[in-house]
Each structure stands twice: as C-alpha cells, then as structure tokens.
C-alpha cells in the first residue's frame, strides 16, 4: 500500500502541474499556426512496487522534469529525475530499475539523462520509420542510498514504426544496448533491451498502446526484467498531452506493478 502522506503529495503535485498546463494551453492553443513545435517540456510521476524475489516488497517513487528540444531531423531531451526507494532492493540504471541487495534505500536527485533522436527514414513502400537514439546517463544520483550506480552509462538504440494498411494500427519494435559503467564491489554486465507492441489510434485524440518490454540482467544472477507495458495517450489540445502507463511485471527481475502519469506540453 502507498503510505497515505506521500500519496497526498503525488496527488497534490499532479494537479498543480495539469493546472499550470491546462491554463498555460488556453492561452497560447487557439493562436497556435500549426507550426512544428520547437519544444516540448514535461512532468511525470512513477510509482512501482515488487519483491524481486526477496521477504519484502521495495516502493519507488520517481518524479522527473524534461526538457525536449525538436530540430528538423531529430530531437535532444534532458530528463532530471527525483527518487525516494523505501528498501535496499532495487537501484536504477539510465532511468528504469535493477533488482540489487545491499544499496541502502533513501530519496534524492537521480540520475540525470541527455537523449538524442535523428530521425533517419520516412515510411516508403516497404521501409518503415526508422529513428536512432543515443543517450548519457550522468552519475548524479547517490549511490550509497541505492538511488544509482555513481557511473556514466551509454546507450544506443534503433526504434521501428510501421502504420499499416488500414491507417489507425502502428507496428512497434525497439532494439538496443547499454554499455554500463561498473559501480564499486559489483561486477555487471552491459545489457540488451528490446519492446515489441502496437498502437492504435482510436481517434484523433486518443492512442491507446502494448508492449512486451524487456532488458537484459546487468546483475549476476538476476532474472532479465521483463515486463507488459500498457499505455493510453489523450491530445487534450493539439499542444497538450496527457499519458498513463500501466506495467505489470512477469518475473522478479521487474516491478511486480506500476503506474505512471506524464504531462507533455508543446510550444
């Protein structure tokens, strides 16, 4: 169960920043000239629970701040993250969760991430979308609280899209690997990760999605988190999105649950 005094300030916290959005898109929605946005900021609120196949269940909460900037090809976004975990049973690494022992527990800045997309390939015939990212996980979260690993990690991906025939359907597939720093007294190992899913657009607005969402374990013997993702996104204007996500973990390697509320605002 969420403790009733931090459930209170998650909830308060939410409903100021949709209230600051809310007021800040009717001001500048209906003068909006349709123009490609330049950029985008963001709110969002995670709270997971599991085991991770120990006696006791280890409660997160993460809050983060982005910052997006869009160029003609691409995109950079610089995520700032704050963490409280109740236990010393996970850590994080590049903003998703690892089943670890002895990390402490404790609440802080997390682990500061700076992303870059390039839009590489438009869908054409047989070719799908084609993105490449890359990303920087800067050690700034505190290790001795368990809040991350005090190392820069790198990771590259390569993101597929594909719409399909009748136009409301998206096939979705991400492949890609990190190469992790070595906190001290652990011996890692870089990881794969990978999602496959699909989305549909159930109207304008509205874009509900799936996922099975998986990584490789860095630890030694860990199971690789794996995970279903369920997701519903809603244009409330054309420069304001609001997302929920649900995860639901398939071994102890993730997150037994978890839920997470994101605001995205477009200038």
């Known amino acids: 169960m969420i403790p009733q005094v931090k459930c209170r300030h998650f909830a308060l916290a939410i409903c100021v920043w949709v209230m600051a959005a809310f007021f800040g898109s009717v001001e500048f929605s209906f ?26 269940d280890t409660d997160i909460y993460y809050t983060a701040v982005s910052i997006k ?12 993250p704050y963490l409280d975990i109740s236990d010393d049973g996970a850590t994080f690494v590049g903003g998703v969760v690892e089943p670890i022992e002895g990390a402490g527990g404790g609440s802080g800045l997390g682990d500061v991430i700076l992303k870059g997309r390039y839009y590489a390939v438009e869908q054409d015939e047989l ?10 996980k800067f050690p700034t979260a505190d290790e001795d609280k368990g809040l991350g690993t ?26 890609g690997y990190t190469f992790v720093g070595e906190p001290s007294g652990y011996d890692v190992d870089n990881r794969w990760i990978y999602s496959i899913g699909a989305a549909y657009e159930l109207d304008p607005d509205i874009t509900l999605s799936g996922y099975i969402d998986g990584r490789t374990a860095i630890f030694e013997g860990n199971d690789d988190p794996l995970s279903i993702l369920l997701m519903g996104e809603y244009k409330y204007f054309p420069d304001l999105r609001f997302d929920t996500v649900l995860e639901f ?15 995205r605002k477009r200038y």
């Open 31 to 56: 003068a909006g000239s349709g123009d490609s946005p330049t950029w985008q900021y963001g709110l969002s609120f995670s709270y997971m629970t599991g085991d991770y196949g120990t006696d006791e």
């Open 69 to 80: 900037r869009y160029f003609g090809e691409g995109d950079i976004t610089l995520t700032i």
């Open 127 to 136: 070719l799908p979308y084609i993105d490449l990212v890359g990303s920087i």
């Open 150 to 175: 005090g190392k820069t990690d790198f990771t590259f991906m390569v993101e597929f899209a594909r719409r399909l025939q009748d136009e409301q359907w998206i096939a979705l597939l991400d492949l």
């Open 249 to 263: 973990g398939l071994n102890d390697g993730a997150p037994d649950y978890g839920i997470t509320f994101r605001v």
